[in-house]
Nanobody
Framework: QVQLVESGGGLVQPGGSLRLSCAAS????????MGWYRQAPGKQRELVAV???????NYGDSVSGRFTISRDNAKNMVYLQMNSLKPEDTAVYHC???????????WGQGTQVTVSS
């Protein structure tokens, strides 16, 4: 059974930082494209960042230069370091794993990030 469990969300002031973690079980993260997506109320889910099996990284335009995705293969974890947070970054952040060979696709339940003064 595959599980992706996010943690690290919370309330932060504008300009602050948070680090999200995604703990994976049932898969080996280095064999998957691992990503972070977010969904704000009333909006569609959008890509935040993705790291491929070959460690190619892509960021959504709105977070490029502020957020950093990383993967720890030894711990089977994926992280999202978020700096210079803005109120518009407020959303539920979901961890995603995709097997690009079989197209298997897994989602975590999400962690809430709220940026507000």
């Amino acid at each position: 059974q595959v599980q992706l469990v996010e943690s690290g969300g919370g309330l932060v002031q504008p300009g602050g930082s948070l680090r999200l973690s995604c703990a994976a079980s049932g898969i080996i993260v280095r064999l998957y494209a691992m990503g972070w997506y977010r969904q704000a109320p009333g909006k569609q889910r959008e890509l935040v960042a993705v790291i491929s099996r070959s460690n190619r990284i892509n960021y959504g335009d709105s977070v490029s230069g502020r957020f950093t995705i990383s993967r720890d293969n030894a711990k089977n974890m994926v992280y999202l370091q978020m700096n210079s947070l803005k109120p518009e970054d407020t959303a539920v952040y979901h961890c995603n794993a995709v097997d690009t060979i079989t197209s298997a696709n897994y989602w975590g339940q999400g962690t809430q990030v709220t940026v507000s003064s």
